[in-house]
């Protein structure tokens, strides 16, 4: 049966889907968050918004926590008073909140994600040895090595110059897709980027928009999280 949500109840569990989210955001609408992140604000109020977490972490779909630095390490804060991680401010660590097991079950039944299309990308430094060079490696994740490939070609080609040649793949056996969803199986391009743009990045693209589309939106936005693998075409 599929589990029933009210708008505010999957605006968090979907925000949290592959990171812990920091309560800090969540105030004020969720503006500051949907700035940041390219997504549509909660809306909800400061008292709703604080209802609705309690409603979600009482029914086992979400728990509070921290990671301690530099960051690997999530420790559970069950006696978190709501109201004060909400006006932290830069304090560290964050106070934060992300899906349990269960709270990814459900979101799985009432969103069905395609996994096969999904895709993560994370960016890092590496050193060649017996040299000075330190060029900017690419790392790309998902499911299924053709669509893998199919996104390392068209990043190149509208997102950031890859040097093609130098592609490794590899195939990694279960995959930690997310903190709390593990697939049987995923596939690794390790990428090296040519030219002189070196920003960070790391994020997800959705399958659900022709190449040509998806071409000109990852041209577009750089740093936006496109992490609408979810979504059905419509």
Known sequence: MEPRFTRGEYWLLETAVE????????????????????KVSHRMQRSELIETLKRLKTAGLISFGHFDDPGENWTEKPDVQIDEALDEDHEV??????????????????????WNYYLHQDDCWDTVEGTDETPQIGIYTSVEPKWLKTMVNLMSNGFRPIDLESVEYSELGPWDATYWKVLPSGYRAKVRYVGDNHQFISHHVRPDASTEELRQEIARHEFCRLNRFWHKPG
């Open 19 to 38: 990171l812990a989210q920091g309560f800090r955001f969540l105030d004020d609408g969720g503006q500051e968050f949907s700035q940041q992140y390219n």
């Open 93 to 114: 660590p964050w106070t934060c909140y992300r899906l349990t097991k269960e709270g990814g079950r459900q979101w799985e039944l009432f969103a069905s994600p395609r």
